[in-house]
């Protein structure tokens, strides 16, 4: 009669142990797969050497996963960041520009963080690869909280293209 109460404990000790592991699997999974999206302002000027200037302004597309340290360490985060329209045209000579950046970056996770990334810079109504693009650098300051989510930021862009034209 003594074996009976025995054998019905450890096996069901064993199955709370299998569910509860089960259970931390799968919130732990989840956690890693958190997705979080946000648009953020970007505004950009360009000045040439005549000091025509154009200002670009929209939004970024900006997704972030949080990827936690397994070993026990700081988490880290991933930044997908997308230029959605950024552009803008010129009072003076009436010229359109457009910018545009598509850029993965990781880093450790910060309540505060500035990023830098390339962007390219063209007349609108061409395409990135027009001969006349130039490549800049943007900077995005992102506020994340203690998951990865993205809380607010902006970001920012200055260009002068010095080069004047040949007489």
């Known amino acids: 009669m003594k074996n009976i109460p025995s054998s019905f404990n450890r096996f069901l000790l064993s199955f709370l142990a299998v569910a509860m592991g089960a259970g931390l699997c799968l919130a732990g999974a989840a956690h890693a797969a958190v997705l979080n999206a946000s648009s953020l302002p970007i505004v950009g000027v360009v000045t040439d050497a005549v000091d025509n200037s154009v200002t670009l302004s929209r939004r970024a597309d900006i997704e972030s996963t949080l990827i936690p340290n397994l070993a026990g ?12 329209n950024v552009s803008g045209r010129s009072v003076i000579s009436g010229s359109g520009l457009s910018a545009v950046a598509d850029q993965v970056i990781v880093r450790p996770l910060l309540g505060l963080d500035t990023v830098q990334f390339p962007i390219t810079i063209f007349p609108a109504g061409s395409e990135a690869t027009d001969p006349d693009a130039v490549t800049a ?3 995005l300051a992102v506020r994340l909280n203690a998951v990865g989510a993205i809380l607010g930021g902006s970001g920012q862009f200055s260009v002068s293209l010095t080069n004047p034209p040949a007489p």
């Open 73 to 84: 360490g700081a988490a880290s985060v991933r930044l997908s960041i997308h230029f959605n």
């Open 137 to 139: 650098t943007a900077t």
